[in-house]
T-cell receptor, first 115, second 116 residues
Framework: AQSVTQPDIHITVSEGASLELRCNYSYGATPYLFWYVQSPGQGLQLLLKYFSGDTLVQGIKGFEAEFKRSQSSFNLRKPSVHWSDAAEYFC?????????????FGTGTLLAVQP | EPEVTQTPSHQVTQMGQEVILRCVPISNHLYFYWYRQILGQKVEFLVS????????KSEIFDDQFSVERPDGSNFTLKIRSTKLEDSAMYFC??????????????FGNGTRLTVT
């Protein structure tokens, strides 16, 4: 069965520091992979996605993620965190060839940014 | 940029009562979804809806749940007889196409349902 694991429930980083949020997935083949962000009081916003090709994908707000097949991982990174990045981050997988846009989400990682 | 809007933002109801959560998807989108997140748990897929019928549903989406597109703009989730374990954040989403490859989901801000 498909599943997504985000091992870090809560992370605190200092503003300007680098960030890496971990995501591991379980899927029979290479899935579609996504990172969403939820700011307080907001809906889920798509940060970036991976379908195929270059394993390093760029997203909005200066985020990037790297797909590593050997590790079944799709970690999210940002070289320098801003206070406005404080939010909850969700990794998700989508089935290839699925009939609809069904996504399997992880439990999320809550990011706090210290001044 | 067009948005998915959900109302209300917070709903409190008593156990056993019916509740209707409302969503207005993006106007040219054709696929509609409900997801939910119980506090501290994963965001879970409930149901997808296309061409005026359910196209896929999860095991969570039992007979107590129903969805409807009563007019050209609204998409609703009804829970007939709420239980305590229905307390969660419910997210509506829409997409133009049915494949995550070329039609990313657009989510609303969610409705927090509290069943007492």
């Amino acid at each position: 069965a498909q599943s997504v694991t985000q091992p870090d429930i809560h992370i605190t980083v200092s503003e300007g520091a680098s960030l890496e949020l971990r995501c591991n997935y379980s899927y029979g083949a290479t899935p579609y992979l996504f990172w969403y962000v939820q700011s307080p009081g907001q809906g889920l916003q798509l940060l970036l996605k991976y379908f195929s090709g270059d394993t390093l994908v760029q997203g909005i707000k200066g985020f990037e993620a790297e797909f590593k097949r050997s590790q079944s991982s799709f970690n999210l990174r940002k070289p320098s965190v801003h206070w406005s990045d404080a939010a909850e981050y969700f990794c998700a997988v989508g089935a290839r060839g699925g009939a609809t846009n069904k996504l399997i989400f992880g439990t999320g990682t809550l990011l706090a940014v210290q001044p | 940029e067009p948005e998915v809007t959900q109302t209300p933002s917070h709903q409190v109801t008593q156990m056993g009562q019916e509740v209707i959560l409302r969503c207005v998807p993006i106007s040219n989108h054709l696929y509609f979804y409900w997801y939910r997140q119980i506090l501290g748990q994963k965001v879970e897929f409930l149901v997808s809806f296309y061409n005026n019928e359910i196209s896929e549903k999860s095991e969570i989406f039992d007979d107590q749940f129903s969805v409807e597109r009563p007019d050209g703009s609204n998409f609703t989730l009804k829970i007939r007889s709420t239980k305590l374990e229905d307390s969660a954040m419910y997210f509506c989403a829409s997409s133009y196409g049915g494949s995550s490859y070329n039609s990313p989901l657009h989510f609303g801000n969610g409705t927090r349902l509290t069943v007492t």
